[in-house]
């Protein structure tokens, strides 16, 4: 079993910045990646931003070259860095943590990114 809690979320300004972290424990060492996920209001779940244990990392075009994931080795505490911020980024944030064997997907309990015009 992991866990996961996630911290940083709150109201920001258009153009504004913030970070989120987010810390694993239990079971890290299945952790294969870690990752953030939001989820606007009417709308499906949809990945941000993940990091894996390889060190590479993968964004959606929504957020590139204004979001930053990084971590330690992926396996215990992973940042995402928001800059820019638009009101469309507004949405509750989920932390992610994906293990290969067997393959399981760990949710935190989210954290609320609020972005106004």
């Known amino acids: 079993q992991v866990q996961l809690v996630e911290s940083g979320g709150g109201l920001v300004q258009a153009g504004g910045s913030l970070r989120l972290s987010c810390v694993a424990s239990g079971s890290i060492f299945s952790i294969n990646s870690m990752g953030w996920y939001r989820q606007a209001p009417g709308k499906q779940r949809e990945l941000v931003a993940s990091i894996f244990s390889s060190g590479s990392t993968i964004y959606a075009d929504s957020v590139k070259g204004r979001f930053t994931i990084s971590g330690d080795n992926a396996k215990d505490l992973v940042y995402l860095q928001m800059n820019s911020l638009k009101p469309e980024d507004t949405a509750v944030y989920y932390c992610?943590?994906?293990?290969?064997?067997?393959?399981?997907?760990?949710w935190g309990q989210g954290t609320q990114v609020t972005v106004s015009s």
């Open positions: 992610n943590a994906r293990a290969l064997a067997p393959p399981y997907a760990y």
